[in-house]
């Protein structure tokens, strides 16, 4: 049944795709339609448009809203995953724009990281549960293996570079790095380097989502002595250029892959600390009834 467009009860879309700097839309839509959706979080940045993409109900997103008028440091990232989780995603593909911290890793490649390095500062709301409930999920692998096997086949069948593995760092933005910030995440044996992967990563396995990334290589960030320092129309061009092949390999995972179970869909088993009975009562303004099924399975 197609979804309807009121409130936060459709539960029709199954697979999210949360778009970055460059995908602003997602054309291969079959029979789109925007659903505005309110959060307990506020508004996502843009309302979530659901259509088909071979047979899977697809909600996209765009991270930066229309017109790319939201910084990587106040994008309202609850209420993204709260916006996607209210339709019935639960797996979601986060897309982006990254710096290359590595020679192998060039300009034009695809990376499907595992792992993550948070350096951003603390100001990013990070957690679905700061209140009445104590909740500490395992984030040793931050990106769901499951997910990402699935879409690195779909990025080879799409592009001839794909990149099945990598440590992205996540730095505070919105500026670009300084040369010795540059040097020292390649002294850490980063691999490459954005602005949004937290704290996506920690609230989608807070919200029991899959989650996966597709990084576009855009530019070697300035440590390259080879190449210019990064700037935004450079990192702009990039992904126009390769956009269309984004498309593809989201599209291209979409025909491939049905909704599955998922550990993902289970990470608060065990995560939850607070007494079972005192974690039903927190009030909804709280937690949201949404984010709390894992509540029961304590683990
Ligand atoms: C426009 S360059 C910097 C900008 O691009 C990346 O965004 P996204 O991850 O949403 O593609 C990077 O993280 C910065 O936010
Ligand atoms: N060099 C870089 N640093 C941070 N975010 C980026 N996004 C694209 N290129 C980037």
């Known amino acids: 049944m197609r979804a309807r467009k009121?409130?936060?009860?459709?539960?029709?879309?199954?697979?999210?795709?949360?778009?970055?700097?460059?995908?602003?839309?997602?054309?291969?839509?079959?029979?789109?339609?925007?659903?505005?959706?309110?959060?307990?979080?506020?508004?996502?940045?843009?309302?979530?448009?659901?259509?088909?993409?071979?047979?899977?109900?697809?909600?996209?997103?765009?991270?930066?809203?229309?017109?790319?008028?939201?910084?990587?440091?106040?994008?309202?990232?609850?209420?993204?995953?709260?916006?996607?989780?209210?339709?019935?995603?639960t797996e979601v593909v986060s897309v982006s724009a990254v710096g290359s911290l590595r020679e192998e890793y060039a300009p034009g490649h695809l990376v499907v990281p595992d792992q993550i390095i948070d350096r951003t500062r603390g100001g990013r709301p990070a957690t679905f549960f700061s209140s009445g409930v104590v909740v500490h999920v395992s984030l040793a692998d931050p990106y769901c293996p499951r997910l990402r096997a699935a879409l690195t086949d779909a990025a080879r069948a799409a592009h001839p570079t794909v990149h099945p593995a990598g440590t992205y760092l996540c730095m505070e933005g919105p500026q670009f790095s300084t040369r010795a910030e540059s040097q020292l995440y390649r002294a850490w044996g980063m691999d490459v380097i954005g602005m949004t992967a937290q704290p996506e990563a920690k609230l989608a396995r807070e919200a029991?989502?899959?989650?996966?990334?597709?990084?576009?290589?855009?530019?070697?960030?300035?440590?390259?002595?080879?190449?210019?320092?990064v700037d935004a129309r450079t990192v702009a061009e990039v992904m126009a250029a390769n956009v269309i092949a984004a498309r593809a390999v989201l599209s291209g995972l979409a025909h491939a892959t049905a909704p599955a179970d998922c550990a993902c869909?289970?990470?608060?088993?065990?995560?939850?600390?607070?007494?079972?009975?005192?974690?039903?009562?927190?009030?909804?303004?709280?937690?949201?009834?949404?984010?709390?099924k894992g509540f029961a399975r304590r683990g």
């Open 6 to 89: 009121s409130g936060n009860e459709q539960r029709n879309a199954d697979l999210g795709i949360i778009g970055g700097s460059g995908l602003y839309e997602f054309p291969g839509l079959t029979d789109p339609e925007e659903f505005p959706v309110e959060t307990p979080y506020g508004p996502p940045s843009a309302p979530p448009v659901v259509g088909t993409v071979g047979g899977r109900w697809v909600a996209f997103l765009a991270r930066h809203g229309t017109g790319h008028r939201i910084p990587p440091s106040r994008i309202p990232v609850r209420a993204n995953l709260y916006a996607l989780k209210a339709l019935g995603v």
């Open 265 to 292: 869909h289970h990470a608060l088993d065990g995560a939850v600390l607070t007494d079972p009975l005192a974690a039903a009562q927190v009030p909804e303004e709280e937690v949201p009834a949404l984010l709390r």
């Open 208 to 229: 029991e989502l899959c989650y996966a990334g597709l990084s576009l290589v855009t530019d070697y960030d300035c440590w390259h002595t080879g190449h210019d320092s």
